[in-house]
């Protein structure tokens, strides 16, 4: 996947005091990694729309308990 695109959506991500989860395999997506925004739902889905503006690419959400995340089952990530 493109770094160049993971490395300003966690510089983006951290600046709203946000956290980035590297490596989330969400519904249905059979194993497949990709990059999260972790943390309270209304931030992370403002983030997530400003990416989504961005981009072009969709999210979906999940909840993790207490917080919620906001993932782009396209933009792939390795985990490391």
Do not use: H
């Not at 951290?14 to 989860?21: A, D, F, P, Q, T």
């Not at 990416?51 to 490391?80: C, H, P, Q, V, W």
Request: proline letters at 1%; a positive charge; aromatic letters at 12%.
């Amino acid at each position: 996947m493109n770094e160049k695109l993971i490395n300003k959506i966690i510089k983006y991500v951290e600046s709203k005091e946000l956290r980035v989860y590297r490596g989330y395999s969400g519904r249905a997506m059979f194993g497949r990694r990709c990059i999260g925004i972790v943390g309270d739902l209304g931030p992370a889905i403002a983030a997530a729309e400003y990416i989504k503006r961005k981009t072009g690419y969709e999210y979906s959400r999940d909840s993790m308990g207490l917080e919620y995340i906001a993932y782009f089952s396209d933009i792939g990530d390795n985990g490391e």
